[in-house]
Every structure is written in structure tokens, then in C-alpha cells.
């Protein structure tokens, strides 16, 4: 019973995507492979593990229908942000109003359209556990387009935390 069950899920996950392995830290000439889905209205995953020193090749896919933007910073970063792109909300349709943060406070920010996958390669700093995740065109971070960096080890075991804001996601929900 127990066997027939197992093997109806292995049926089941044939063809799927696979789990998400150990994390290899990246190296600048091998970066690891980091996916983030945008959708109408969250992150996916909410919650980006990564190795503080690490390269990675970060994969942006918008899954949704809006235009998205993921901000990789700290909540200096995302409030700043979230101030800039104040008045361009509800944009028009088209390309997305351009906008900008004091100097230091820009972060990482990568804006993509609907169906669209844009790829950076990155090195992640230090301060990672105190980085979070945000979209701030028109209301997508109120309604959820929120989220967090975890700062892990090699083998994926969570380092303690930093010193950054708590309670992120919980201060993002409706
Ligand atoms: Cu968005």
C-alpha cells in the first residue's frame, strides 16, 4: 500500500520540476542559478536563500500580467523606492515612468513586463540577511509583492541573523 502510494506520486512528480538541491555557493565563473517569479500580486519564492559571498545568476520571471519589479535592499532601499515611484502610481500602459532614489540607496532593482525574463549576475554582499524583497509600482507591495533574503551557509543551514528590520512580511499584509 505504502509502496503502491510512493510510486503513484513518483508517477505523479515524472516530468515536474525537480526539488531545489543543496546550495553550491556560486563562484564568479560558475554562478548559481537563482529564480524569482513575479506574479499579480507575490513573490516566488517569498523567501531567497543566499550565501553571503556568493555570484548567482539571478533569474527575474514575470508570471503575471502586470509589469513587476523586483528590489533586492534594505528598508532604507525599499522606502526609497516605495517614495520615488509614489506619484507614478497606476501608470499608464507602456513603459514604465522613470524614476529615481537618492544616491546609496538604490539597491538592486530589476523591472520586467509581463511574460518577460530578465537575468542578472550578481555578488551577494555581506548584510544579506538584512536585505528584503519589494515591488513598489502602483499598490503590488501592499498587496503582497513582499518578501525576504536569508542569509545561509554553504549547506543551506541559516546563519544567525542579522541585525536588519523583522517582521517584514508580517508589517506588508493587508
Ligand atoms: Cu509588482
Redesign the pocket.
Known sequence: MALGLFLLLAGCDAGAVPATPPITPGVPGVPRQVNVI?K??LFEPAIVDLVPGETIRLNVVNG?L????LIIGTQAVQDAWAAAERPAANPPPGATPVVAVPPGLEGVRIVVGSGEIRSITWTVPADAGSLLLG????D??E?G?AGLVRAVGPGGTLLAPSSGPSGPIASAAP
Open positions: 513575479l499579480d500580486y503575471g502586470d509589469t513587476h519589479e515591488c513598489h509600482i502602483s503590488h507591495y498587496r509583492m
